[in-house]
């Protein structure tokens, strides 16, 4: 039974910061990647980082030195720290979760969405 909760999306100014969080169920204890998408208005989703139970992580080229993915896994939470955000980071964000046996995917998973809003 797997879920996924996000929570930690405001409204903040340009140049400030937030810090997003997965709550997962029936993830951890498989092998997993994790990552967040998100999708601003009139935009595609865009996949804004990963993070694999090796600990890997991968940032998309628009967030790169600016947003840090983390996991706590006595909690079993995904975070997203966020600084130094631009109005062109608004959208809602959502967390993804896949689930592998071996090399296989044997889930993919996603969250409600939390809506971050950056005003200039």
């Known amino acids: 039974q797997v879920q996924l909760v996000e929570s930690g999306g405001g409204l903040v100014q340009a140049g400030g910061s937030l810090k997003l969080s997965c709550a997962t169920t029936?993830?951890?204890?498989?092998?997993?990647?994790m990552a967040w998408y998100r999708q601003g208005p009139g935009k595609p989703r865009e996949l804004v980082a990963t993070?694999?139970?090796?600990?890997?992580?991968k940032y998309g080229d628009s967030v790169k030195g600016r947003f840090t993915i983390s996991r706590d896994n006595a909690k079993e939470t995904v975070y997203l720290q966020m600084n130094s955000l631009k109005p062109d980071d608004t959208a809602v964000y959502l967390c993804?979760?896949?689930?592998?046996?071996?090399?296989?995917?044997?889930?993919?998973?996603w969250g409600q969405g939390t809506q971050v809003t950056v005003s200039s």
């Open positions: 993804n979760a896949q689930l592998f046996s071996g090399l296989n995917v044997r889930g993919d998973y």
């Open positions: 993070i694999d139970n090796r600990n890997v992580k």
């Open positions: 029936g993830v951890f204890k498989y092998g997993n990647a």
